[in-house]
């Protein structure tokens, strides 16, 4: 008994010996966050809401007029920057930290937020759909997260890794196979890295929103007119649909989004890593259609 006792002494003297050790992340106000697919819905309402917090943004798009509009009403140069990147892009990834670095010292937050939606039932779902689909969200959060990975660990001053993923990582929805098993790819790669990057004080975490119809590009560029088929309702009742189908019976918004993120990397919850965060006003607790 006495030996086990003796051990148990020297195991919790090394644990705390390493969390001291483990770096503490900075307050959100002298925080540097890169936000990719920042010039549309969620992402821009992510990078106004971290700004709002006292955040520099760096707003990472494929789209430059976009990136450079939301950088204009962010505050211009002292607040935010925008980088045009195409995700699937390794260089164009580097180019993007680099650009941070320079632009603010470096980068403490990464959201993988860029994405793009192909939604077809799974006979007209071609090989190029799937790889397009899959390069975008799977190889393209994966390469930033791998670049933010290195750049926090030389930091060596902790921080965080957010995905915006979706109900959908977790429950079949109709006719979307590409999309959803990409964000099932997302998800996993949230558990993966926070094994991985948890000894640097590294959190990685994701948010799983559904039914964000207002401000979404993805929504208004067809995605929003096939679930409307799919739902046998009209596109522009989408929005009161999926409110309906709720159990708060409320709409989701860009900035409900943001507020998951934002209470993520905010710094209440420092001791959370490898969460999803659903914000689905309730769907998925209770999983309608
Ligand atoms: P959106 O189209 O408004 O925003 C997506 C942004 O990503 C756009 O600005 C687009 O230019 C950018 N983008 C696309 N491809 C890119 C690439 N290769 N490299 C860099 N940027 C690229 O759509 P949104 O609804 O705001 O979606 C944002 C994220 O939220 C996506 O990952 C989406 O899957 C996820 N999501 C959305 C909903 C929803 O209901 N809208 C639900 C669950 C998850």
Known sequence: IEESEKFRIEY?????AKLQRMPKAKPLATRIALVTGAGSGIGKAIAHR???EGACVVVAD???GSAADVAAELGGPDKATAVTVDVTDEERIKAAFDQAALAFGGVDILVNNAGISISKPLLETTAEDW??????????SFLAAREAARVL???NMGGDIVYIASKNSVFAG???IAYSATKADQAHQVRLLAAELGEHGIRVNGVNPDGVVQGS???AGGWGAKRAAVYGVPEEKLGEFYAQRTLLKREVLPSHVANAVFALVGGDLTHTT????PVDAGVAAAFLR
Do not use: T, Y
């Not at 790889?131 to 975008?136: A, K, M, V, Y």
């Open 12 to 16: 919790w003297a090394l644990e705390e």
């Open 50 to 52: 971290l700004v709002a």
């Open 62 to 64: 494929i789209n430059a």
């Open 131 to 140: 790889d397009l689909q899959h390069s975008i969200m799977a190889r393209g």
């Open 153 to 155: 660990i030389a930091q």
């Open 174 to 176: 109709p006719n979307n």
């Open 217 to 219: 590009g993805i929504f």
């Open 274 to 277: 490898g969460l999803h965060v």
